[in-house]
């Protein structure tokens, strides 16, 4: 990629499946150009986790500044309107922001505005989390189903959470939306496309490498904490790793279920970029 063509005055917005390569992307642009990266991933905001939601190691920390990875206790609740606020800073401060990250609703958030929805109240989200998926589908109206996932419960069921908290679909907010904090004409946007086979076989490679690298003690030393509920415990790979730590799984079966899940949350994210990111710019890997 040619990095003279990135205006040092824009920020850079870099979006991309899990194992695409947009991080080291990232981090070489900061290194030619300049700039902060920023994360847009709603699982690297976490503490706990640093493996097996790959945030920047130590080298990689050591080429750029970064900001806004781990900074989220791994018990906490944590929302796109949270991130909004945490990022806006970086919008304008001293040094160009470069957001990377495979969560495409940042992503829309940012560049597109975020409804103000009232905070879902714990009872409700209680409520939600023992109805089946196709229940929750059936009391959403036809205008929320044809706007979000309809398989990604998390979606849905957020959807379901505000319509039963505010009496108003999440449809009806989402067009009463406030302008953006950095509409897309006001930056560089780049979305890795990736090669199917090449990435699947990344993605296993990774995850090797995260064993290697110590992804198991890792879980360990989350075992005794663990609350499958956690936000945070949708990091890919933890409940694999924790299903083998409590004897539930061996660990070739733990780990070829943790690959499944990861190819299939990149499926689904380039399902949303193919969708959603139709004009920006395109990076071919490899």
């Not at 005055?9 to 194992?19: E, K, M, Y």
């Not at 990861?262 to 399902?271: D, L, W």
Request: glycine share 6%.
């Amino acid at each position: 990629m040619d990095f003279s063509a990135i205006p040092d005055d824009r920020p850079v917005l870099i979006a991309g499946p899990t194992a695409s390569g947009k991080s080291e992307l990232a981090l070489q642009i900061a290194e030619a150009r300049g700039g902060i990266i920023v994360n847009a991933d709603a699982l690297q905001v976490f503490d706990g986790w640093r493996i097996l939601t790959a945030r920047p190691d130590d080298h990689d920390l050591g080429r750029a500044d970064h900001a806004l990875y781990g900074h989220v206790p791994y018990d906490a609740y944590y929302s796109t309107g949270n991130w909004l606020r945490d990022v806006a800073p970086y919008l304008t401060g001293a040094q160009r922001p470069i957001i990377v990250g495979g969560t495409g609703l940042y992503f829309k958030a940012l560049t597109e505005g975020l409804a103000d929805i009232p905070l879902t109240p714990p009872e409700i989200r209680e409520e939600a989390d023992q109805i089946e998926l196709d229940h929750l589908l059936e009391d959403l109206d036809d205008k929320t189903r044809a706007r979000i996932d309809v398989q990604n419960r998390a979606r849905v069921q957020r959807a379901w959470e505000v319509l039963r908290a505010t009496g108003r679909s999440i449809a009806d907010w989402q067009d009463d939306t406030p302008p953006p904090l950095l509409p897309i004409a006001d930056a560089v946007p780049l979305v890795m496309h990736t090669d199917v086979d090449w990435l699947n076989s990344r993605i296993a490679q990774r995850f090797d490498l995260m064993i290697d690298a110590g992804a198991l003690d890792e879980a360990r030393s989350m075992l005794d904490d663990w609350d499958p509920a956690r936000l945070s415990s949708k990091a890919i790979g933890a409940p694999e790793m924790i299903a083998y730590l409590q004897g539930r799984m061996e660990l070739p079966d733990a780990i070829e279920a943790a690959v499944i899940a990861s190819r299939q949350y990149a499926k689904r994210q380039r399902t949303w970029f193919r969708k959603s990111m139709r004009d920006w710019t395109p990076v071919h890997r490899p």
